[in-house]
């Protein structure tokens, strides 16, 4: 007999029908007149609860299903007696696939520390949060190739591996196929790249965005969505080494547009949760963070902020707040900075634009003021930057002499110069970091909890 999810049984108007159903149990309980099972099969985050008639099943049978053993059960769904589902299944065939000793199987009770369960990343989907954490993950992946499809953007794929080092996010991790304990030589004693894989030293990549632009100098628009790589050492509970990252990039767009365009895509993400994954949001709000609804919502109710960074500086100096960094014209901001700007003072996101062009990356447009460029960042609550992204300089001599001012290797960047030299246009475009973006919408604290398995530093082993 075919089976069918626990979600579409729990859907289903009950009428003695037989059905089958398949998964994992979460619990058993009972007496010896009755018996009943939560199976779950990670299609929801509900159980859908089977009941059984111990005296009409072998006695070895019932002890052998524990927390965690899977299940094959056939039997006939009808209008549950219990309060708490609509329906449940009246059990006539039970069949054990693989056991789960309770000695030893690590889920074998509840409430353990996140901590703990990312050592067990090989078991924790199995649990109801990372079931609902992985779910929403799905859900906003399949929302944003929605969102940029209904508008007119293509999906494009850019390299993970790169031969360009002047991407500008961050230290790289190399890609090679020499010998690490033997590599060949030059006469001055550099390693010989030239005898490497590609002829020539490559790294993974740590944005698509060089790439985007050229797909959005020919296609109008496009946006990439794809795993990119920091070797950062930072240790912190907003970054991975791996993560995924969504680049979009428009042709004739000027930083005012790229934040319009931020802004709605980051509220029909957000709607989008709000609207498909009410019962793994809800539980979430229920068990770990009782304000996350809320706070999804005001994000779809409001109108982000958008500050220049000037006047943000201005802010937080006259804050009587105390910092662990000092702010000053011409700093980086700091996540403590963007988190009392959001949560603090305004209250809700804000877009700071039009920061200093030194602690910005060579590609950004120029102001006419000769100290700022027009960059962008979206700063969320309880995340700080979600998006980074600014409207590109499409001037061949201001690139070109932005790229020596900064001291990058211009003969590496020949490809990305040319298109400002064949039919440049203005363009822009931003970076959404996918966890970033879960984080925010799960409520959860670390970074390392909503992606399935976390690379991070000395971390790798799943
Ligand atoms: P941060 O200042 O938070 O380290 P960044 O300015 O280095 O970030 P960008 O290069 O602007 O980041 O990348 C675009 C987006 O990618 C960021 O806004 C953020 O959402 C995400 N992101 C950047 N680095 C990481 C990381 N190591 N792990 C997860 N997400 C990241
Ligand atoms: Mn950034």
């Given at each position: 007999?075919?089976?069918?999810?626990?979600?579409?049984?729990?859907?289903?108007?009950?009428?003695?029908?037989?059905?089958?159903?398949?998964?994992?149990?979460?619990?058993?309980?009972?007496?010896?007149?009755?018996?009943?099972?939560?199976?779950?099969?990670?299609?929801?985050?509900?159980?859908?609860?089977?009941?059984?008639?111990?005296?009409?099943?072998?006695?070895?049978?019932?002890?052998?299903?524990?927390?965690?053993?899977?299940?094959?059960?056939?039997?006939?769904?009808?209008?549950?007696?219990?309060?708490?589902?609509?329906?449940?299944?009246?059990?006539?065939?039970?069949?054990?696939?693989?056991?789960?000793?309770?000695?030893?199987?690590?889920?074998?009770?509840?409430?353990?520390?996140?901590?703990?369960?990312?050592?067990?990343?090989?078991?924790?989907?199995?649990?109801?949060?990372?079931?609902?954490?992985?779910?929403?993950?799905?859900?906003?992946?399949?929302?944003?190739?929605?969102?940029?499809?209904?508008?007119?953007?293509?999906?494009?794929?850019?390299?993970?591996?790169?031969?360009?080092?002047a991407?500008g996010?961050?230290?790289?991790?190399?890609?090679?196929?020499?010998?690490?304990?033997?590599?060949?030589?030059?006469?001055?004693?550099?390693?010989?790249?030239?005898?490497?894989?590609?002829?020539?030293?490559?790294?993974?990549?740590?944005?698509?965005?060089?790439?985007?632009?050229?797909?959005?100098?020919?296609?109008?628009?496009?946006?990439?969505?794809?795993?990119?790589?920091?070797?950062?050492?930072?240790?912190?509970?907003?970054?991975?080494?791996?993560?995924?990252?969504?680049?979009?990039?428009?042709?004739?767009?000027?930083?005012?547009?790229?934040?319009?365009?931020?802004?709605?895509?980051?509220?029909?993400?957000?709607?989008?949760?709000?609207?498909?994954?009410?019962?793994?949001?809800?539980?979430?709000?229920?068990?770990?963070?009782?304000?996350?609804?809320?706070?999804?919502?005001?994000?779809?109710?409001?109108?982000?902020?958008?500050?220049?960074?000037?006047?943000?500086?201005?802010?937080?100096?006259?804050?009587?707040?105390?910092?662990?960094?000092?702010?000053?014209?011409?700093?980086?901001?700091?996540?403590?900075?963007?988190?009392?700007?959001?949560?603090?003072?305004?209250?809700?996101?804000?877009?700071?634009?039009?920061?200093?062009k030194?602690?910005k990356a060579f590609y950004m447009?120029q102001?006419?003021?000769?100290?700022?460029v027009?960059?962008?960042?979206?700063?969320?609550?309880?995340?700080?930057?979600?998006?980074?992204?600014?409207?590109?300089e499409?001037?061949?001599?201001?690139l070109l002499n932005r790229v020596k001012e900064m001291g990058i290797?211009e003969?590496?960047l020949?490809?990305y110069?040319?298109?400002?030299?064949?039919?440049?246009?203005?363009?822009?475009?931003?970076?959404?970091?996918?966890?970033?973006?879960?984080?925010?919408?799960?409520?959860?604290?670390?970074?390392?909890?909503?992606?399935?398995?976390?690379?991070?530093?000395?971390?790798?082993?799943?």
């Open positions: 007999m075919k089976h069918q999810s626990v979600k579409q049984l729990l859907s289903t108007s009950p009428s003695n029908q037989n059905v089958c159903v398949k998964g994992w149990v979460r619990t058993r309980r009972g007496n010896k007149n009755v018996v009943f099972i939560a199976v779950n099969d990670g299609s929801t985050i509900h159980n859908i609860q089977v009941v059984a008639d111990p005296n009409a099943f072998d006695e070895n049978l019932i002890k052998r299903i524990q927390t965690g053993c899977s299940v094959s059960i056939q039997g006939k769904l009808v209008p549950s007696q219990g309060s708490g589902q609509p329906v449940e299944v009246q059990a006539n065939e039970i069949h054990i696939y693989g056991e789960a000793d309770p000695e030893t199987y690590p889920l074998q009770k509840k409430g353990h520390s996140l901590e703990f369960l990312r050592e067990i990343a090989h078991l924790r989907p199995r649990t109801n949060t990372f079931g609902a954490v992985f779910r929403i993950r799905h859900a906003m992946a399949f929302a944003i190739h929605q969102y940029f499809n209904d508008r007119g953007f293509y999906y494009l794929h850019t390299p993970i591996i790169t031969g360009s080092d991407e996010a961050g230290a790289m991790f190399r890609v090679t196929t020499l010998d690490a304990s033997a590599p060949p030589k030059k006469e001055d004693g550099t390693i010989d790249y030239d005898q490497d894989f590609f002829g020539r030293e490559t790294n993974l990549t740590v944005s698509g965005q060089l790439e985007g632009e050229l797909g959005a100098l020919a296609l109008g628009l496009i946006y990439t969505f794809g795993p990119t790589f920091r070797a950062e050492n930072s240790n912190t509970a907003r970054h991975l080494a791996e993560f995924w990252m969504i680049e979009p990039e428009m042709a004739f767009y000027e930083l005012a547009d790229n934040m319009d365009l931020v802004e709605d895509m980051l509220k029909y993400l957000v709607r989008y949760a709000l609207d498909n994954c009410k019962d793994d949001l809800e539980f979430l709000n229920k068990m770990y963070d009782n304000e996350l609804l809320q706070r999804l919502q005001s994000v779809v109710d409001h109108q982000f902020v958008r500050l220049p960074y000037t006047e943000a500086v201005e802010i937080l100096k006259s804050s009587g707040q105390k910092f662990e960094y000092k702010v000053e014209w011409g700093t980086d901001l700091q996540s403590e900075h963007e988190r009392y700007l959001v949560e603090k003072h305004f209250q809700k996101p804000v877009i700071l634009f039009d920061y200093p030194h602690i447009k102001n006419d003021d000769g100290k700022t027009r960059a962008m960042d979206v700063l969320f609550p309880g995340i700080g930057e979600i998006v980074g992204g600014s409207q590109r499409e001037d061949y001599e201001k290797h003969q590496s020949w490809w110069l040319e298109t400002r030299k064949f039919g440049t246009v203005p363009h822009a475009g931003f970076g959404l970091g996918f966890e970033r973006l879960i984080l925010f919408i799960t409520g959860m604290a670390n970074i390392r909890d909503v992606i399935p398995f976390p690379r991070t530093p000395l971390n790798a082993e799943f």
